[in-house]
């Protein structure tokens, strides 16, 4: 898993490892591993990552 925290706690896990042979990518709260985790498309996450990258959602 790879991770991002850098605000304060309010962290995500991505399992990207997964995303080749399930076509998913697993995305949880990182500081409940017990929890759910969401399974995105490939696709639909790849778009959100460009979208980020790009600035299409502002600042938070």
């Known amino acids: 898993m790879a991770w991002s925290c850098s605000n304060g706690g ?5 399992a990207a490892n997964l995303a080749t042979t399930r076509g998913i990518v697993p995305v949880r709260d990182s500081e409940d591993l017990r ?3 969401l ?13 980020v990258k790009a600035g299409e959602f502002g600042t938070v």
Do not use: K, R, W, Y
């Open 10 to 14: 309010a962290c995500i896990e991505v």
């Open 35 to 37: 929890g759910p985790a």
């Open 39 to 51: 399974g995105i498309p490939v696709n639909v996450f790849a778009s959100f990552v460009a979208g």
